[in-house]
Every structure is written in structure tokens, then in C-alpha cells.
């Protein structure tokens, strides 16, 4: 009878990636490359005779937004083309109604609010993940882990961090590098994972680079640390394979929210082709753009 029951579970697998593959062909008449594509409450993606009262997914961006490796103090890390930030704060009712969701997909922060029936986006900042992709196993792995709304991981502290320094072992001594806040998360049974800023490394924004936490832009960590984020606030960071959650679908459409980056997951890149892809010069964001925004943020 187990035997009977691990095939099945290896056929129902099986079907599902035959389905996705099949799903994620591009629609000659929408033009949309996941036209036919639904999200379940998982963030899986299904097809519509799968179940009943899945969200349409949004579509996926052009191929020419996509993952490029390069060379990070010694590193081979991920960078991908940097989104706007987006900052509502008009639209929240209750802070302590608010949660954060992270896409390690798609390289973002999105902040909600449950408001009754409805969730509402009021921030997304690009980010920065740990340099190698899956789910934290232990420490030093480079890795940053993984959390479900079931179980979402929480905010523990909210510590100024405009004086902490950081040797990442890459020559260049101990640094300042968290931006002005951290935001410490309960992430069992792992320790000192947390979201900061970017200080010396706000090229790695957005991508993958660091040695497990979030990285913020410095501006962007100070607007989530005053206008949104609190001790005991949820945060559920979403593994590499999933998509966005109906809610996220619903609130972006009837939103309108518009982003660079939604990523084909069959097309995103696995660690074993980090390592054997050519690595190019990675470009670097604009300083000057960056520091009028931070002086602005701080007069205010």
C-alpha cells in the first residue's frame, strides 16, 4: 500500500511540472507568457481544472529582464535590472495591521495592510537576498530562509545600526554596512538574520550577495523602519519556486501597480549556473541619486 501511495505522490508531481511547462507557452493573442497560468493560495502554480477559485497569475516580465552574474568582491553574485520604489503611506489605516511579504524570485520587498476583506500594497523596495538560492540549512551557508504565511517569521528589534561595522572576510576590512537601521527577525531555529540597509554594497541591491540577511537601499531601510515596520510585525519570505499569493494578484490589479521584474521560474538562474556562467562588470547604481535621497529622508 506505501508503495502504491509514494507512486502516486511521484505521478501527481510529475503532472504538475508537465502542466506548468505547458502553461507558461506564450499566448499568440494575449501576448501574456502566463495567459493560461493560475496561483493557488500556496502560490503554486495550477491550471484551472486543478481548482476551483484560483487567481489568474499577472505576467511574466520580457525575457530581457533577467538574472546576470558578476564579479562581487570576489563573488560570483546575482544582479538584476532595479524597479522604483513605491511608498503609500496615505493608504494605510492601521500599522499594526500591516505585514511584509518577500519574493526571492523577483528580487522584492512588498508591504500590506490587511484593511477587512481587502489587502492593500503600500511599499515595495528592491532587495538584496543571500548569495546562494534555496532555503537557510545552517550557518555560514549563504543562504537566506524561507517562511510561510502559516508560519511567518516576526520583527524582534528595531536597533539603530548607523555605527555597526562588518568584515566580510573580501578585503576590504570591517566596513560600515547596515544603513542606518536593522530589523532583527525570529527566524527558528537560525539566528541574526535581519533586514538593513546597504552601506558600501548598494550595487548588490537589487540581487544576491550577502550572507543571509535582507539588504535594503539605505533610504528605502529608513522608510520601512519609520513609516511601517514594528516589533512583532509578520514577514514571510517566499522560497525561489513560488509566485505571487492571490491576495498580492488581487491587490496589484486592482491597484494597478506596474514592476520590471516578474520571473519566469523555469528561466531563473540555479546556483550550479551561477558558477559555471561567464561573469560580466556589474553596474553600479547612482551614488549621487542615492545620497540626496537619504539627506532628504533624514531632514525629515
Known amino acids: 500500500m506505501q508503495i502504491f501511495k509514494t507512486l502516486n505522490k511521484f505521478i501527481s508531481i510529475g503532472i504538475s511540472l508537465a502542466l506548468i511547462a505547458c502553461l507558461s507557452q506564450t499566448n499568440e493573442t494575449t501576448g501574456e507568457s502566463n495567459a493560461a ?16 477559485g484560483v487567481e489568474k497569475a499577472l505576467p511574466y516580465s520580457d525575457d530581457k529582464i533577467c538574472e546576470h552574474v558578476v564579479m562581487d568582491h570576489g563573488n560570483r553574485a546575482i544582479r538584476i535590472d532595479p524597479d522604483k520604489t513605491i511608498n503609500q503611506p496615505e493608504l494605510m489605516k492601521n500599522r499594526n495591521n500591516c505585514f511584509i511579504v518577500m519574493s526571492k524570485k523577483d528580487y522584492y520587498l512588498y508591504v500590506y495592510e490587511a ?36 508560519k511567518p517569521f516576526t520583527i524582534s528589534q528595531l536597533a539603530d545600526a548607523s555605527t555597526w561595522h562588518h568584515d566580510f572576510k573580501d578585503g576590504r576590512g570591517s566596513i560600515k554596512a547596515y544603513g542606518d537601521f536593522f530589523l532583527r527577525l525570529v527566524t527558528p531555529p537560525h539566528t541574526g538574520i535581519g533586514i538593513h540597509g546597504s552601506t558600501n554594497n548598494a550595487e548588490s541591491v537589487p540581487g544576491r550577495a550577502s550572507e ?70 556589474g553596474a553600479s547604481q547612482s551614488k549621487n541619486a542615492e545620497n540626496k535621497t537619504l539627506e532628504q529622508l533624514k531632514k525629515g
Open 212 to 281: 543571509g540577511c535582507i539588504r535594503l537601499r539605505d533610504a528605502d531601510i529608513i522608510m520601512l523602519r519609520k513609516t511601517y515596520a514594528f516589533k512583532g510585525m509578520k514577514v514571510v519570505i517566499k522560497s525561489e519556486n513560488l509566485d505571487d499569493y492571490p491576495f498580492e494578484i488581487r491587490a496589484m490589479r486592482k491597484q494597478k501597480i506596474e514592476r520590471l521584474r516578474h520571473l519566469d521560474p523555469s528561466k531563473t538562474l540555479t546556483n550550479e549556473q551561477v558558477q559555471a556562467t561567464k561573469a560580466i562588470k
Open 115 to 150: 484593511q477587512g476583506a481587502d489587502t492593500v500594497l503600500l511599499a515595495r523596495f528592491d532587495c538584496c537576498f543571500g548569495l546562494k538560492k534555496g532555503n537557510k540549512e545552517r550557518k555560514g551557508d549563504m543562504r537566506t530562509p524561507n517562511s510561510t504565511l502559516a
Open 37 to 52: 497560468m493560475f496561483v493557488d493560495n500556496n502560490g503554486v502554480v495550477v491550471s484551472k481544472s486543478d481548482k476551483n
